[in-house]
């Protein structure tokens, strides 16, 4: 299969400290992998230079083909790169279908008439009470989001994700903070999500990995370790060893 994001070489110096270590990752279009390793490890960083947040010392960013390691972060947004936060990055004053057809707007482009009326914009608000319906939060569309349920709040970050239209989507610990329950609903909502978006999860909680993951890419400082599905990234010695302890998992 062809791969849709790619790092040829990476590497990320914070002074003396090198945070990424010749990384070379090659994720596949339409893939469910998942980014693991400890505290420390590098995870958050490497999603920030996926995203422009960082500009790498040293190696490319290369989408569908594009380098776009020079590019900043909205460019790689229009170009279908979005990504979620470890911290809910959401307008707690706003309800579920202000903040979801306002992501809608911006990407149509539409965000310039947003001093008109919500009512006047029918398609915009159609599309997102779809998406909020999809996501199984349409029968809170009309709340504050600050006062939703934490899992609730995730879900919808994940749906301002998706109202702007990913190819590829980058989870940074969508469950953290996530009450068991709704941290199922969560990952439910992605395993519906069509191949046509390719995710790439980081995520502690290695119960959820497995079971959402199809392939694993561990990370042990900044380097990458080992890659591979997740009967052979749980049966490896050295995953035991770094991270996982002696734990079994299907």
Request: aromatic share 4%; charged share 20%; with cysteine.
């Amino acid at each position: 299969m062809t791969a849709t994001l790619e790092t040829r070489g990476l590497f990320m110096h914070f002074g003396g400290l090198t945070v990424t270590n010749d990384v070379n990752l090659a994720i596949e279009r339409g893939a469910r992998q998942a980014l693991i390793g400890a505290n420390g490890a590098g995870k958050t960083t490497l999603v920030n230079l996926l995203t422009g947040a960082l500009t790498p010392t040293a190696g490319r960013v290369i989408l569908d083909g594009v380098d776009i390691t020079g590019e900043p972060q909205h460019c790689r947004v229009a170009r279908g790169l979005v990504r979620t936060f470890q911290v809910n990055q959401l307008f707690p004053g706003m309800s579920p279908l202000e903040a979801t057809a306002l992501a809608v707007a911006q990407r149509q482009g539409a965000t310039a008439r947003w001093w008109r009326s919500l009512a006047s914009h029918s398609a915009v608000i159609e599309e997102a009470a779809a998406l909020l319906d999809r996501l199984g939060l349409l029968d809170c569309a009309h709340e504050q989001t600050g006062a939703l349920p934490y899992g609730r709040q995730r879900l919808l970050e994940i749906g301002l994700a998706l109202a702007l239209e990913p190819s590829v989507l980058l989870l940074d610990e969508p469950a953290a903070g996530v009450p068991e329950g709704e941290s199922a609903e969560l990952f439910a909502t992605l395993a519906e999500l069509p191949r046509s978006v390719t995710v790439l999860l980081i995520e502690h909680d290695m119960d959820l990995v497995f079971r959402f993951a199809e392939r694993i890419t561990v990370l042990v400082d900044g380097a990458i370790l080992v890659e591979g599905p997740p009967a052979q990234i749980s049966a490896d010695p050295r995953v035991r060893e770094v991270y996982l302890g002696e734990a079994q998992h299907g």
